[in-house]
């Protein structure tokens, strides 16, 4: 997976040390299908994840994660959540964590296909059909789909509703 310039650059600095970023997710749906891709890092399926340029907008960078990793384009039609995910150490030592905002998308056009070097394989699947995903993907999707006015987030360690 291509790591950004940016970050190369603040790794050049701070070596493996722990790195907070922004991260963007993509619930893509179509037709009673959620838009997936198995990624070529882990092998898993998963949603659509995508890093923030420094100075993005988080609506902007979801658009074009979902078109750079599948080549099928979106409209945002809401922010679904945000988390803070669990800490995460890469396969080169690099440790990071994630503020994620995720994004309920609608496919407006383009064909789903694996589309660059992120991914080894990209379906869409039926919401009561889908392969094995993360347990965080797996909430991620789960309050997605929830019709809420606002988007969830924590307020209190001991309320997770």
């Not at 790591?3 to 790794?11: A, G, K, Q, S, V």
């Not at 907070?20 to 749906?29: E, F, H, I, K, R």
């Not at 990793?69 to 945000?82: K, Q």
């Amino acid at each position: 997976m291509p790591t950004p310039d940016f970050i190369l650059e603040l790794r050049k600095s701070i070596g493996t040390a722990p790195l907070w970023l922004s991260g963007v997710t993509a619930v893509v749906l179509h037709e009673g299908h959620v838009l997936l891709n198995r990624r070529s890092d882990t092998g898993r399926w998963a949603l659509l994840h995508g890093i923030l340029e420094p100075g993005e907008q988080p609506g902007v960078a979801v658009v074009r994660e979902v078109l750079e990793e599948t080549g099928v384009t979106v409209a945002v039609e809401r922010l679904a959540s945000v988390l803070s995910l669990p800490p995460t150490v890469c396969a080169n030592g690099d440790q990071v964590q994630f503020l994620d905002l995720s994004f309920v998308c609608r496919m407006v056009g383009g064909q789903a296909r694996v589309n660059d070097d992120e991914s080894l394989a990209v379906a869409w699947f039926p919401l009561d059909k889908l392969p094995p995903i993360t347990e965080t993907d797996a909430f991620l999707l789960d309050t997605a789909l929830q019709p809420r006015e606002k988007p969830w987030f924590l307020t209190d360690l001991a309320d997770d509703t």
